[in-house]
């Protein structure tokens, strides 16, 4: 069994590289055509920047992989020696944990040269190594904190249901639903600092757009955003009662308020749509599967490992073939999500203009150096959104280029 799991790990690996090749391939052929959205320098720019991140992601993958073969081999049996202390639920709690940090002690190089190396050398990188170091401490003291609970909840169930999975499944989405509930309020409280929205003019157009659609929302905040990153960005948080509106100061330094309005009409479609319900629906069906298929496997597995069948070694393999798991389904949410996208955009030219929300993608693109053309198989795996160009064509605004050529061109070697 641990040989049919490493090789179907291996296979899942050997995709996402060929994958990330052919999307280098490409992006390094199309910044060589004609510029698309953003002028020449940009647009190559971008196409360097696009190309850059996807050899990182190729060399995240593959540590992520001798890190897997790692835990196969040794490391989960070490877990199980080096913690186990005569408490059961204190042993799981410090070997999940023990587990999870080790990992991020394992991938911090790899975050801490994103930040500081890659992002600073194309402009989008603000913030300070001590806040940096700041940010990671809370995080970690998050992880311990509520992650120690969060095992702690699944031991009290795999110790008092041969069920486990299917109420492990229960309360995990019940996790995720509570933290989609406050995580405005725990960002503001441990990372971002929110103001209220201080143009009255601006924030009365807001809730004219927001009452238009139904949309309560406790209120319109500002994050200092640009502390940390360039990047331009608006999210609605919360759910019911605490649904928030916060917009990255950075998007309000670079939109126009009508192109401001139009974007928030466009999150407000998403709104209209249920789409949070439908994304949450799918999620929690993605999940009941990534436990069905976990509970189910047989306790040779764990003999052929060298240990117990023990919580915390069932929530450790959890964690370990859960990307192979969510990448066999994440196409089915990129295909769904794409769809919602283009109907919040309808919604979004209704409420703003198809103009102004069509120069707000355009600004979007050009300030995020978000490069516009991808490899098709990137966008089936990775996108969440439709491309930018097809965005633009459904409203009505079709850029023509020469750029096509990239589609149907051989793929290049990296460079």
């Given amino acids: 069994m641990v040989t049919t799991i490493i090789g ?12 990330s090749v052919m999307q280098i391939g490409y992006v390094n052929q199309a910044k060589r055509q004609t ?18 991140k996807e050899k990182l992601s190729m060399f995240t993958t593959l540590l992520d992989f001798v890190v897997f073969l790692a835990w196969m081999d040794f490391g989960i049996a070490w877990i199980e020696k080096t913690f186990l202390v005569y408490d059961p639920a204190l042993s799981t709690v410090l070997s999940v944990l023990a587990f999870i940090m080790i990992n991020g002690l394992i991938s911090l190089p ?19 190594k001590s806040l940096y170091i700041k940010d990671t401490a809370i995080s970690t003291l998050l992880t311990v904190v509520f992650g120690g609970a969060i095992v702690w909840g699944i031991y009290l169930i795999i110790s008092s249901t041969a069920l486990w999975w299917l109420w492990s499944f229960a309360f995990i989405f019940g996790v995720i639903v509570l933290l989609n509930m406050f995580f405005p309020t725990l960002r503001a409280m441990f990372f971002d600092k929110l103001t209220p929205l201080e143009d ?16 309560q929302s406790s209120g319109v905040f500002i994050s200092d955003a640009s502390k940390r990153d360039a990047r331009l960005n608006a999210y609605f948080g919360g759910l019911g009662k605490t649904k928030r509106v916060v917009l990255f100061d950075t998007l309000l330094e670079k939109l126009t308020p009508n192109e401001l309005l139009a974007v928030l ?8 749509h249920g789409d949070i319900y439908k994304n949450m629906a799918l999620m929690g069906g993605m999940l009941f599967a990534m436990f069905a298929i976990f509970g189910n496997l047989p306790d040779t597995l764990y003999m052929e490992l060298g240990v117990q069948k023990s919580a915390a070694n069932m929530m450790i393999l959890f964690i370990l073939v859960m990307p192979l798991l969510s990448f066999v389904m994440m196409p089915l949410m990129g295909i769904m999500s794409r769809h919602n996208e283009y109907a919040a955009d309808q919604t979004g030219a209704e409420l703003g203009g198809k103009f102004f929300l069509s120069e707000a993608l355009k600004k979007l693109v050009s300030e995020n150096k978000s490069f516009p053309l991808s490899h098709p198989l990137y966008i089936f795996f990775y996108y969440t959104h439709p491309p930018v160009l097809e965005r633009l064509k ?6 023509h280029s020469q750029s096509s ?6 793929c290049p070697s990296i460079d």
């Fill in 394 to 399: 459904e409203l009505g605004f079709d850029i």
């Fill in 265 to 272: 009409g466009h999150e407000l479609g998403h709104f209209q």
């Fill in 35 to 52: 510029a698309v959205l953003m002028g020449a320098a940009d647009f190559l720019k971008a196409g360097n920047y696009a190309a850059a």
């Fill in 200 to 215: 009255e003019q601006l924030n009365k157009q807001i809730t004219r757009l927001m009452d238009e659609t139904g949309f």
């Fill in 405 to 410: 050529e990239a589609l149907e061109g051989s």
């Fill in 110 to 128: 790899v975050d801490y040269y994103e930040k500081f190396i890659l992002d600073a050398k194309f402009g989008f990188n603000r913030s300070s």
């Fill in 8 to 19: 179907i790990y291996t296979v899942y690996v050997l995709i996402k590289i060929y994958v």
